[in-house]
């Protein structure tokens, strides 16, 4: 498609839904291995703390992976990277129930199925659309890729609950990997190369209204991919959206890891952490979307401190609540609004900032951030469980972290980072 606004708007919702249900089946493969921790132990005694960090190596994998996978979707387009990635997930799942050692379930689990499910994901995903919709339409394509992720958790969590129950893990697992393959022929529409970058231009005002008036400066046709990744690693605003997105990934680890654990430690059972994870899922279609139709209206950085700073006020609620399952209910309810619509002004700040030429890439280092977080948030769960008999630790750093992302995202200026000698030729 070598102009986005001759997409036809069938071609356009083609586009988005295949995106969507890419993510529906990576998203929904990922956020329920926490179901899988009690079994894995039960069955392997490896003890929690060697899954909990087998499943953080798992979130580092995912993040680490997109960068680069984004990298190679800017250049040879994302079909072949969904198909590589789609391979992958599913051996790498299929593979982790005939493994009984720590370092068996790092490669399987914690790099294997990671890295395939990095591969058919937000970056790649959400940078694929982008560059090929016109601009009024990728916040909402965005938001509503990003749903997709969450119904797959809303559909998997109890799917995969409710296999372990009556026919055991394995045979969960298993029929997790086979799902993972439907993203294979969803591929197909993903096909087509990028649009070329147009010409810079430079906004006079876009550093003072609101998303949807101030339109992304695409990065000079010239550019390199290593002189725009330079160029972010000296912007503020960019490394300001990376701190605050270590916070998200670190919420985020720790709860899809250890939630069923801390249902067990209130003396509820399995099937309440199952109906939590899938609420989750289920709410934050609502707030993506959302997120995503509010980030062509308002300051993005001012929705993700809004967001921030939510997280912490459900938690301290949740902490002095009575820990019964509706409690539960209403906690994966009310954070699932705010769960991952995180991603749609995140993503939207970045073109913002950079263009759609490397968007894939540099999404994809955020979201590197992100899982930084997300290891230490499930890592340290483990250690948190194993040290001190129970999670009170992690959520007090969780409530500390979502105050300080609220803070950090404040001083982002939503202003086009545009080079010097591309500004020049502009104003020639």
């Known amino acids: 498609m070598n102009n986005p606004s001759a997409m036809t708007p069938r071609a356009a919702w083609m586009l988005i839904l295949a995106a969507s249900a890419i993510l529906m089946i990576t998203m929904g493969a990922r956020l329920t291995t926490g179901l899988f921790l009690s079994p894995i132990n039960t069955s392997t005694g490896l003890g929690v703390a060697s899954i909990s960090f087998a499943m953080a190596v798992a979130q580092l994998m995912w993040g680490a992976s997109q960068p680069v996978f984004g990298a190679i979707a800017d250049k040879y387009g994302p079909a072949r990277v969904i198909v590589v990635g789609g391979l992958m997930l599913a051996a790498g799942t299929a593979a982790t129930p005939f493994v009984d050692s720590e370092w068996g379930l790092i490669v399987t689990m914690g790099l294997l199925s990671a890295a395939g499910a990095g591969a058919g994901s937000f970056s790649i995903l959400i940078g694929a659309t982008a560059q090929r ?3 009024e339409r990728r916040a909402f394509a965005s938001g509503f890729i990003n749903a997709g992720g969450s119904f797959g958790q809303f559909v998997f969590a109890p799917l995969m609950q409710a296999i372990i129950a009556s026919a055991g893990w394995v045979a969960a697992m298993l029929t997790m990997a086979a799902s993972t393959l439907l993203t294979i022929p969803l591929a197909l529409g993903m096909r087509g190369r990028r649009s070329p970058p147009p010409v810079a231009t430079a906004s006079r005002d876009a550093g003072s209204s609101p998303a949807s008036s101030a339109p992304a400066v695409p990065a000079p046709p010239g550019i390199s991919l290593t002189e725009q990744l330079r160029q972010a690693a000296r912007d503020r605003s960019y490394l300001c959206l990376h701190l605050g997105f270590f916070t998200c990934g670190f919420h985020i680890a720790f709860l899809v890891t250890h939630l069923p654990g801390e249902v067990a430690l209130c003396g509820l059972p399995a099937g309440v952490s199952a109906t939590a994870l899938a609420l989750i899922g289920l709410f934050n279609i609502a707030g993506s979307l959302m997120a995503g139709a509010l980030s062509t209206r308002y300051r993005m950085k001012s929705l993700l401190a809004i967001i921030y700073a939510s997280r912490a006020v459900i938690i301290v609620i949740y902490l002095l609540a009575p820990k019964t399952a509706l409690t539960f209910y209403l906690f994966a309810g009310a954070l699932g609004f705010t769960w991952l619509a995180t991603v749609p ?7 913002k900032l950079f263009g ?17 977080g997300g290891f230490f948030g499930a890592w340290l769960g483990g250690l948190s469980f194993v040290r001190f008999g129970d999670y009170s630790w992690m959520w007090y750093a969780d409530i500390l972290l979502a105050l ?25």
Do not use: C, D
Request: net charge positive; no cysteine.
């Open 133 to 135: 919709l016109p601009a």
């Open 345 to 351: 002004p995140t993503a939207g700040l970045v073109g």
């Open 356 to 372: 759609m030429r490397y968007l894939a890439t540099l999404f994809g280092m955020t979201l590197l951030s992100h899982q930084i």
């Open 404 to 428: 300080a992302a609220a803070l950090v995202n404040l001083p982002i200026r939503e202003q086009p980072v545009v080079r010097p000698a591309a500004l020049a030729a502009a104003k020639g």
